[in-house]
């Protein structure tokens, strides 16, 4: 009867931990469930997040929501702040989520944006109906550092709870146009006003699920200044041939920022007008946008439908200014299709953990030589955890900016080679002895060497 027991003792735990398993929606077979908070990093395409955004914080009022299923019937938002490319959430009542606030389920997939409206819908709509303040916001507009216009989204899918960090693949969901005119003459432009006309201007909402800005069922149209002829426009020489002078001009309009939307035809299609206030060839200039053009788009060329303004899209508008009675007085020459995801030299608070400039290059140097000296880890971890990931026993640190590096005099290097770069497209110029030598995707392990003590 004892030995019975003691079978009967053993099979027990044997057959309720499938069980526990099964009732602990997405842990693991161990039903291990990570502790300490949820933490968020984001980036769009490598590259600099949005504007508006200062070093160290968000400013107030701006910040991010995190989407995230709450509770078997339904996801929740809550604000979101980054510092240093960490995002934390808080709750309603001041503590940071962790996984204990997340319903159980098979997977897990959590949204991110920096809408930070806290009305928020329901059903199959999760999201923000644009009050008409807000739609001054997200108006369209030009791209600058002033600019609040620009939306980004992304979503974290996750199959169960064994960590609690989460990786954001940031998209921009409003689109981008700019507008290159070229002309025979390197003056007649100087002044000239250019609109769009027939266009939407304002967004009417913004889906947290599916991060898809969409403009009224019954959108109102209008018009927009892409340049208001207040100051000179200076155009740039198109390069001659044999050394010869240039015999046009290319005058580019800033870049601007529309809601998503489809494109009329007929007579109301979308216009380009030129307006030139005086000079020999004063006048109005104009002409409908075609309905397909020839388009460039990663070196590919074809032929394309212009047929709205998509997300995440910057159009590059190509325009010849003609004369004297031609027909049409505006012509579109090819244009290009290029990814959104440049934003200018500006400070990133939600971007991926990497090196972004020379400072924090040396700094990661610094902290990996104090990781490798065994005293306060954690927080030197910390630090280095900042530049890339520990992966198979050694660290990848990601490069996101091309650095010049002096070695001479009393430059720090690395302690040990135990480390690698993952390079971008980007470089290392490393100056020693008045010498450089140029470290690209193909020299990573000399790169590395290079920077190791001998």
């Not at 398993?21 to 600099?48: I, P, Q």
């Not at 709450?70 to 809550?78: E, I, M, Y």
Request: glycine letters at 10%; a negative charge; hydrophobic letters at 35%.
């Amino acid at each position: 009867m004892r030995n019975i027991n003691s079978i009967i003792s053993c099979l027990v735990p044997a057959m309720i931990l499938p069980v526990l398993a099964a009732c602990t929606g997405g842990m693991d077979e161990y039903g291990r469930e990570a502790s300490g908070n949820l933490v968020l990093r984001a980036g769009v395409d490598d590259a600099a997040m949005t504007r508006s955004i200062a070093e160290g914080k968000l400013p107030d009022g701006k910040g991010y929501r995190f989407t995230y299923p709450a509770d078997a019937s339904g996801h929740s938002a809550l604000p979101c702040v980054f510092t240093g490319g960490v995002g934390l959430v808080a709750a309603s009542d001041g503590h940071f989520l962790t996984w204990a606030d997340v319903a159980d389920s098979k997977s897990y997939t959590f949204c991110l944006d920096n809408v930070p409206s806290a009305e928020n819908g329901s059903g199959e709509f999760f999201g923000v109906i644009f009050s008409d303040e807000e739609k001054g916001m997200y108006a369209a507009g030009k791209d600058d550092a002033e600019s609040t216009n620009d939306i980004v989204w992304g979503s974290c899918t996750v199959h169960d709870r064994t960590s609690v960090e989460l990786d954001f693949k940031m998209t921009h969901r409003m689109s981008r146009l700019t507008v290159n005119i070229v002309s025979d003459d390197g003056t007649e432009l100087a002044g000239a006003i250019v609109r769009l006309c027939n266009v939407v201007l304002l967004p009417e909402s913004f889906d947290r699920m599916t991060g898809e800005v969409s403009i009224a069922q019954v959108p109102s149209y209008g018009d927009i200044v892409l340049r208001d002829g207040s100051e000179p426009w200076i155009p740039e020489p198109e390069a001659g041939s044999d050394g010869e002078a240039a015999v046009r001009y290319e005058y580019m309009t800033d870049a601007f920022v529309f809601p998503p939307q489809p494109l009329r035809s007929g007579n109301e299609r979308p216009r380009l007008q030129v307006v030139i206030p005086e000079g020999d060839h004063e006048g109005t200039y104009s002409a409908a946008l075609p309905t397909s053009m020839t388009v460039t788009s990663d070196g590919m060329t074809s032929i394309q439908s212009l047929s709205r303004f998509s997300a995440g899209q910057h159009l590059v508008l190509n325009v010849t200014l003609l004369h004297n009675d031609q027909k049409p007085v505006l012509e579109f020459r090819p244009a290009a299709v290029e990814r959104w995801d440049f934003k200018g030299d500006f400070s990133a608070v939600a971007k991926r953990e990497g090196i972004y400039d020379l400072g924090q290059f040396v700094k990661l140097i610094e902290a990996y030589n104090k990781l490798a000296g065994g005293t306060d880890r954690e927080k030197w971890m910390r630090q280095v955890d900042r530049y890339g990931k520990l992966e198979g026993g050694k660290w990848v640190f990601n490069l996101f900016t091309n650095l010049s590096f002096n070695m001479d005099g009393n430059t720090e290097l690395f302690c040990d080679g135990n480390f690698t770069f993952r390079m971008y497209g980007y470089s290392v110029t490393v100056s020693e002895g008045g010498n450089e030598t140029v470290f690209g995707e193909n020299e990573v392990e000399q790169l590395v060497a290079k920077l190791t003590v001998s």
